[in-house]
């Protein structure tokens, strides 16, 4: 199975920008999220794939914004790669093989 997943394919947005530039000039945020090393048969494997994904929309939409507008930007780019990064954690978890309790 690939252990990476991509989040944020072209509906994020790099907010990053200086202000006046940012109505005009949002770029397309691709972002590969590593999750080889986790069971996701397992609820709490999910939750931490959850977190990588929440770091790297975080990282990757930029952090920096004093203008309403910029700051508006910088939560919508994460919003949606928050959305877009659960859409494939369901996807994995749903192809994942199902753990079975033991006795």
């Known amino acids: 199975m690939n252990s990476l997943?991509?989040?944020?394919?072209?509906?994020?947005?790099?907010?990053c920008l200086p202000s006046a530039a940012v109505a005009q000039?949002?770029?397309p945020v691709r972002v590969q999220v590593r999750h080889g090393d986790l069971d996701l048969s397992r609820a709490d494997h999910h939750a931490m794939l959850a977190a990588r994904v929440r770091r790297a929309a975080h990282a990757a939409c930029g952090q920096q914004g004093?203008?309403?507008k910029v700051i508006a930007d910088i939560?919508?780019?994460?919003?949606?790669?928050?959305r877009d990064g659960s859409v494939q954690i369901a996807a994995l978890v749903a192809r994942a093989p199902v753990a079975l309790a033991g006795r």
């Open 25 to 27: 000039d949002r770029q």
């Open 75 to 82: 939560r919508r780019c994460e919003a949606e790669m928050r």
């Open 5 to 15: 997943i991509p989040t944020a394919l072209a509906a994020a947005l790099f907010a």
């Open 66 to 68: 004093r203008e309403l």
